[in-house]
Antibody
Framework: QVQLVQSGAEVKKPGASVKVSCKASGYTFTDYYLHWVRQAPGQGLQWVGWINPNSGGTNSAQKFQGRVTMTRDTSITTAYMELSGLKSDDTAIYYC???????????????WGQGTLVTVSS | DIQMTQSPSTLSASVGDRVTITCRASQNIGNWLDWYQQKPGKAPKLLIYEASVLESGVPSRFSGSGSGTEFTLTISSLQPDDFATYYCQQENSYPWTFGQGTKVEIK
């Protein structure tokens, strides 16, 4: 079965960087785009970006461009999202999610990780 | 960015009720609209994609309709497991955006 297992909670100071991992199993890692979506406490959902694990290509929302770096290590079927220049309003649960369709970034998120809480506080 | 607006924000209903949630897009998104269910402390779950296609394993009491700028999610007979928050999301153009959510509460 498809599983996405994320790294544990992080507490960071303003201006720091955080790197969240997403370990995939149960399917061919390079066949499906992986997305990152965040949710501030008690708030709605916000798409951050995607990575194509096959090519390493990425795309992110303009809001995060210049601050977000998405990478992958195919040897261990793991994707990473690093967010730099953290601010207090980056405090959120960060989810990785697998695309619904193979070889496409459809924007439909069929499988989700359990989420990683990132807290930014001085 | 395309703005997605859901109504109502909160809905109180009883088991067995027929429930309808509306989602409006700020511009034409064709049928590129998904619905998710989220329970407290859990990740969202995909229910419907492309406005009306039921994701595998999702009960048939859930249905979606609409195109262009107006969409609906209907639960034909609300079950205890359905009390949750529901989000619509457009996948027509970047950045993909979500509605603010509709919380379905027990009446």
């Amino acid at each position: 079965q498809v599983q996405l297992v994320q790294s544990g909670a992080e507490v960071k100071k303003p201006g720091a960087s955080v790197k969240v991992s997403c370990k995939a199993s149960g399917y061919t890692f390079t066949d499906y785009y992986l997305h990152w979506v965040r949710q501030a406490p008690g708030q709605g959902l916000q798409w951050v970006g995607w990575i194509n694990p096959n090519s390493g290509g990425t795309n992110s929302a303009q809001k995060f461009q210049g601050r977000v770096t998405m990478t992958r290590d195919t040897s261990i079927t793991t994707a990473y999202m690093e967010l730099s220049g953290l601010k207090s309003d980056d405090t959120a649960i960060y989810y990785c999610a697998r695309d619904r369709l193979a070889s496409a970034g459809t924007g439909s998120f069929a499988y989700w990780g359990q989420g990683t809480l990132v807290t930014v506080s001085s | 960015d395309i703005q997605m607006t859901q109504s109502p924000s909160t809905l109180s209903a009883s088991v067995g009720d027929r429930v309808t949630i509306t989602c409006r897009a700020s511009q034409n998104i064709g049928n590129w609209l998904d619905w998710y269910q989220q329970k407290p402390g859990k990740a969202p779950k995909l229910l419907i994609y492309e406005a009306s296609v039921l994701e595998s394993g999702v009960p048939s009491r859930f249905s979606g309709s609409g195109s262009g700028t107006e969409f609906t999610l209907t639960i034909s007979s609300l079950q205890p497991d359905d009390f949750a928050t529901y989000y619509c999301q457009q996948e027509n153009s970047y950045p993909w955006t979500f509605g603010q959510g509709t919380k379905v509460e027990i009446k």
